[in-house]
């Protein structure tokens, strides 16, 4: 997996994505929640890159805007060469079957008055027209290759466990044969047990179809077993970006050292003896970021400068990416 | 569903008798006389001997029980009669009305059609304006659509329908003479003219109600709607590269629609307790006019069956409404 | 076919044939309006006006009033008197002569029979009949021929026409309700809602509470009436729908009581498409006087003869309220063209109207200010009088109503300017004319120390009205509460000029009487008359032959009323 696949299937540039607050009686635009806050990524085709952090770092935003769920406010998307930063609703269309999103909630994500091949199929409606037996031969395909008994064509998401759900989703996301798939917290509401087995279909599919993954999770050793990349994200913006095995032998962001230290070691004794580090305080509201670097309130190792100048994310050597002054002069 | 729905309607006898029952009481308990109403020329002696003919000189117990036996068994052997043509015979004694002495159930029957179709009508104009509307103000929530859709449906429902009902008046029957200010009831459609004619008789009364109706469903649609369209499913059909109408005309709108469709139904009976107000501007003289005229002169026996065929309607349209929920929402099942 | 069209033509202009040269349905369709709608066209089971009125487009009595109160013939030939010999000497017996020749309007002769039926019908011990009073005292009815009827008195009746007489006591057909005695009579629905009459017009169809349709009454008596072919008569809503569906949008011909503020029906009847006609007859709106003590703290004898107003035994505060009053100023605010001042609480007809009392028409506050300091009440430092520690506050109560809350508050501030405090209470109309003897709140327990209503009487013979103030008539426990002398008032020469009057003939002696007791209620103030109210109805301009009668039905002369070209 280590080999490198420079062809960038998902080009992110400066990406910002801004939702507006109003207030008062004549709900005036009084600020913006900086959801998403100057990214840029690149994502190489046939990888997985895993995007961590922690809840409401905007990390779904991300994975929501790449595919155009949102408008964006500022900065690029191309994906396989063509930009769609900018594209209409009818632009967009024709492009979507390259580009699908599996959701966290496997419940909520599924239109619960539709049946199974309903869902299924529907992407099939929009943007192929095939025969009626073409298109229940086409379903029962995608079931199979999801692992769902062709029997259950007919019923609601309501009567499938979470596991199962998820597979409909997924089956769905793969209707239209795409490239690009952002997983979004797609294990995060399933059982443990059923996680794995989630996991390692959607490996799977990658392998058979050379399918290319956005994989936003906050789980780190979910994202450690399956990504190749590994892009970490705070307060709106990715402060590390490197290749897995790199990030997790050795972090240089301080705040992926945290994230890191609070990962619970499988042996005791090794357990007993590590250093955690121990984040003081809350994560400051996104509408209202401090000045200088967004780590900085928190940041153990935080500097004077840190508190002025923000910090540019900057490589740090061997395909690694960090914003932090400390790894500036390295 | 169908057990339930067996098991529901069972629950629901005692319930109803129930319900008779407290009716009956507090209508007897109310401080009312139905000679209080006549001219003051009629002596004391006189009005006693009109109360005694009228029943109320016998204890409640007996009172109740003799109208529970004419409403729940010679009434309807009577309606089978007359639906049928039986000759069940038998010396029936109907619930009779202290005012015009007369079958209360007949009165009602008289009253319906001008209720259902003024009321009615507007019951149905006003789901058929509030969809859209609610739809619209939801997509494009806070949109000058959406606060002018607000403002008018602040309008409709807080200003009352005796303000809105005579403003109509003076300003299309008094001053441009569009329409007739007073509804005919005996007016009978028989050809294009007269349809005419009718169409204009109701226009008044219908879109007072319909604006007050709409006005209620909209709100309930707009939330509806509002809190379908931040649903993870409507994402996936947008990520599914479905188009914008049919995501919002199909996903949302049609999930939005579930509890949209039950306050609806639970608004029926509202339907048949007629519109009191409006139809008293109007002078539609319909089931509502007939309650209050009953609830004036204290004629209980007519205040009684109207008050309970209300909770009857609305016990039958809950049931019908927790049945639809069911058929319409996958997830909803009653064993 | 065309055989069929000529004959058809042929029988069509036969029909039509007899009013050719009369005119009756010669002014098309007729629009009434009552903001009341009659909920029966009997109006024997409803004593209410409104079906009164209705009813008597189908229902005729033997005699009517006319528009100056005055007695005519109707079915009969002759109003019987003592002096054409239909009335005996002593008075206990009158024999009625039917007109010949009436028919109903099935085409059946109208007979004696029915009209013996019609006092059966209102007489039968189960039948809650409204009109139970109309036939006090009479022993029999028989049919002497099939034309003629003679009333027997149980004892001397001066006035004898109570049966019979007026909208109250019409003939109703023996056939169609001889199985609608007593206790069935309500559950003859269809003769209930569509009587057989002579009158000018025959029941199409009746809504209860809604609309009457009707048609010309082809058996009328008078070939050539009445001018309307169809009439409807709508009911329900409020009196200024109704004002304003004559007066404003024309739709209607007729509204019935319009009991409006004078300066809502002078800008509707500036539109120019109605006229507002307005009618006295023996209505007043008074204040009634508690004569007895109404504590809460007597129980069971509260408001009984037992115990005596503690404040208004005393005839000069009585005096001094009627005094404080500014009866105009009422009639401006509350009536305008419907009403005028009044001084006695029989106002009309003319010959029994007093002019002994009209010194209450001007109101005179430093009069009754003075009245009262000279009998020692005194002015407190709140203002308000007190004797003998007893303060002068009373209680005023009435039914809910605009009008009469206006009033209230007007003669409250008069009231409190002579140093007398009121507190104002208004009870719902049901509940307040109701007789339920369990509610404390009717007219009759009067559990306040002054109350305001309005009473008249039916036809124009004041006698049984003015008896309404003797002794026996007090409301009290033994009574159920029933009895019409609200204030229990009781006066020895009162009870005396009312038994002299039950035995008097002689029209003039009789008028002589009631001015007597009239004046001696009003100068013992135990009634504080305030306005004669009358009867205010529209009609449009182009509807012809509009006679307003308060005396007997608003509609008495239907059949006289044309379409103005």
């Known amino acids: ?330 | 569903m169908f057990n339930y729905t067996i098991r529901r309607s069972l629950l629901a006898v005692p319930t109803l008798l129930l319900i008779s029952l407290i009716i009956f009481l507090l209508l007897d308990l109310a401080p009312s006389d139905p000679t209080a109403n006549l001219p003051l020329t009629i002596p004391p002696e006189v009005r006693e001997k009109i109360r005694q003919s009228l029943g109320l000189g016998d204890p409640i117990y007996i009172r109740y029980i003799l109208w529970c036996k004419q409403f729940f068994i010679n009434e309807p052997l009577n309606i089978l009669e007359h639906i049928f043509g039986w000759q069940i015979g038998g010396d029936r004694l109907r619930v009779l009305s202290w005012q015009t002495r007369s079958p209360v159930v007949d009165l009602i029957v008289q009253r319906l059609p001008q209720t259902l179709w003024v009321v009615g009508l507007s019951y149905v104009l006003g789901i058929v304006i509030a969809v859209p509307i609610g739809v619209i103000s939801a997509y494009r929530q806070y949109s000058w659509f959406d606060q002018i859709g607000t403002f008018i449906s602040m309008v409709g429902f807080s200003v009352p329908t005796f303000f809105t009902g005579v403003l109509l008046i003076v300003i299309f029957s008094v001053w441009l003479g569009w329409f007739p200010s007073i509804y005919d009831t005996t007016h009978q459609v028989t050809d294009w003219s007269s349809f005419l004619v009718q169409v204009k008789q109701m226009i008044m009364p219908v879109s007072v109600l319909a604006l007050f109706n709409a006005a209620q469903i909209s709100r309930y649609m707009r939330a509806s709607m509002l809190d379908n369209l931040n649903q993870d499913y409507v994402r996936t059909a947008r990520a599914k590269g479905v188009r914008e109408r049919i995501v919002v005309l199909v996903h949302v709108l049609r999930n939005s629609l579930i509890p949209v469709t039950t306050v609806i139904a639970l608004g029926v009976p509202q339907v048949f307790g007629g519109a009191i107000i409006t139809e008293q501007v109007f002078k539609v003289n319909g089931l509502g006019q007939l309650l209050i005229i009953a609830i004036q002169g204290g004629d209980v026996p007519v205040v009684q069956t109207l008050t309970f065929i209300f909770a009857l309607l609305i016990v039958l349209f809950n049931l019908i409404a927790d049945v639809l929920y069911g058929v319409l929402d996958p997830r909803i099942r009653y064993d | 076919m065309k055989i069929r069209t000529l004959t058809l033509s042929a029988v069509a202009a036969m029909a039509i044939a007899p009013s050719a040269h009369a005119e009756r349905g010669s002014s098309g369709h007729v629009n009434i309006i009552y903001w009341q709608a009659p909920s029966t066209l009997n109006p024997y089971l409803s004593g209410g006006t409104k079906e009164l009125e209705s009813s008597s487009l189908v229902l005729e009595p033997l005699a009517r009033y006319n528009e100056k109160g005055a007695m005519v013939p109707w079915l009969a030939e002759s109003v019987p008197t003592v002096e054409n010999g239909g009335v005996s000497a002593d008075l206990t017996t009158i024999t009625w002569k039917l007109k010949p020749g009436l028919k109903w309007s099935d085409d059946t002769p109208v007979t004696s029979a029915d009209v013996v039926f019609s006092w059966k019908y209102c007489t039968h011990p189960e039948g809650g009949c409204a009109q139970n009073e109309k036939y006090n005292d009479v022993k029999s009815v028989e049919a002497l021929d099939d034309l003629t009827v003679k009333v027997t008195f149980g004892l001397s009746k001066p006035f004898p026409y109570g049966p019979f007489v007026g909208a109250q006591s019409p003939i109703l057909q023996a056939k169609q309700f001889a199985d609608c005695l007593g206790a069935k009579a309500p559950e003859c629905t269809e003769a209930n809602f569509g009587p057989i009459g002579t009158g000018p017009f025959t029941v199409k169809e009746f809504r209860p509470n809604d609309v009457i349709s009707f048609e010309a009454n082809q058996n009328y008596r008078d070939p050539a009436k009445p001018a309307f072919a169809t009439a409807t008569l709508k009911g329900g809503g409020e009196a200024t729908a109704a004002a304003r569906s004559v007066l404003e949008t024309g739709e209607f011909d007729y509204a019935w009581n319009m009991q409006l503020a004078p300066d809502v029906i002078k800008a509707m009847e500036a539109k120019g498409k109605g006229k507002v006609v307005a009618a006295f007859g023996t209505l007043v709106e008074r204040i009634m006087i508690n004569f007895t003590n109404p504590a809460p703290g007597l129980g069971a004898e509260r408001a009984t003869a037992k115990h005596p107003h503690p404040i208004l035994s005393d005839i000069t505060v009585r005096k001094a309220l009627s005094m404080a009053i500014d009866r105009k100023l009422l009639v401006e605010i509350g009536y305008g063209s419907a009403g005028r001042p009044t001084c006695n609480v029989l106002p009309a007809p003319e010959i029994y109207k007093s002019s002994a009392n009209n010194a209450c028409l001007v109101q005179d506050v430093e009069g009754a200010k003075k009245l009262l300091e000279e009998t020692g009440w005194k002015a407190g430092a709140d203002g308000v009088r007190a004797k003998d520690g007893m303060r002068l506050s009373l209680l005023y109560q009435t039914s809910t109503n605009a009008v009469r809350q206006d009033f209230q508050a007007l003669i409250k501030q008069w009231w409190k300017e002579i140093g007398v405090e009121i507190e104002l209470r208004n009870i719902d109309a049901s509940v307040f004319f109701g007789s339920d003897p369990g509610s404390p709140d009717t007219f009759q327990k009067f559990f306040a120390d002054v109350e305001m209503y309005a009473n008249n009487f039916d036809g124009t013979d004041p006698e049984a009205y003015m008896s309404n103030w003797s002794c026996k008539q007090a409301p009290r426990p033994e009574t159920q509460w029933q009895g019409n002398n609200m204030p229990r008032y009781c006066s020895k020469e009162y009870d005396g000029l009312v038994a002299e009057m039950a035995t008097t003939g002689d029209l003039n002696e009789r008028a002589r009487l009631a001015k007597a007791m009239n004046d001696k209620l009003m100068q013992d103030y135990a009634i504080l008359p305030l306005v004669d109210r009358g009867r205010v109805s529209a009609h449009s301009n182009t509807l012809g032959g509009v006679v307003l009668n308060t005396w007997d039905s608003e509609l008495w002369n239907v059949a006289d009323w044309f379409r103005k070209k």
């Open chain 1, 1 to 330: 997996m280590a080999e490198l696949r420079q062809n960038p299937l998902v080009e992110i540039e400066g990406l910002k994505v801004h939702f507006p607050i109003h207030a008062g009686v004549f709900r005036r635009h009084i600020g913006d929640v900086k959801a998403v806050d100057d990214v840029s990524l690149q994502i190489y085709e046939g990888e997985t890159l895993g995007l961590v952090g922690e809840s409401g770092c905007g990390k779904s935003t991300v994975g929501r805007a790449v595919i155009r769920l949102y408008e964006l406010t500022d900065g690029h998307i191309k994906i396989d060469g063509r930009d769609i930063s900018h594209a209409g609703a009818d632009e967009l269309r024709p492009m979507r079957p390259a580009m699908q999103m599996i959701f966290q909630d496997p419940q909520a994500s599924l239109n619960p008055r539709m049946t199974v091949s309903a869902i299924i199929g529907e992407p099939l409606d929009e943007h192929q027209s095939l025969s009626p037996s073409e298109r229940i031969a086409r379903i029962y395909e995608l079931m199979d290759q999801v692992g769902l008994n062709r029997s259950f064509a007919n019923r609601y998401p309501h009567e499938f466990s979470g596991g199962q759900r998820q597979r409909i989703g997924i089956a769905r996301a793969l209707a239209l044969n795409p490239k690009f798939i952002v997983c979004d917290e797609p294990i995060a509401a399933l059982d443990v047990s059923i996680q794995a087995q989630v996991v390692n279909l959607l490996e799977e599919l990658q392998k058979k179809f050379g399918l290319t993954y956005l994989f936003i999770s906050h789980d780190l050793s979910m994202i450690r077993h399956i990504a190749d990349r590994v892009a970490v994200m705070y307060l709106g913006k990715i402060v590390e970006l490197a290749p897995r095995d790199d990030l997790y032998a050795d972090p240089a962001h301080p705040y992926t050292q945290a994230l890191l230290s609070a990962v619970p070691e499988p042996d005791p004794e090794h357990e007993a003896k590590r250093q955690h580090i121990i984040l003081e305080g809350d994560v400051p509201s996104p509408s209202n970021p401090p000045q200088g670097c967004n780590f900085c309130t928190r940041c153990p190792k935080a500097m004077d400068i840190c508190h002025e100048i923000e910090p540019s994310f900057h490589a740090v050597g061997d395909g690694r990416y960090a914003a932090c002054h400390l790894l500036e002069d390295r």
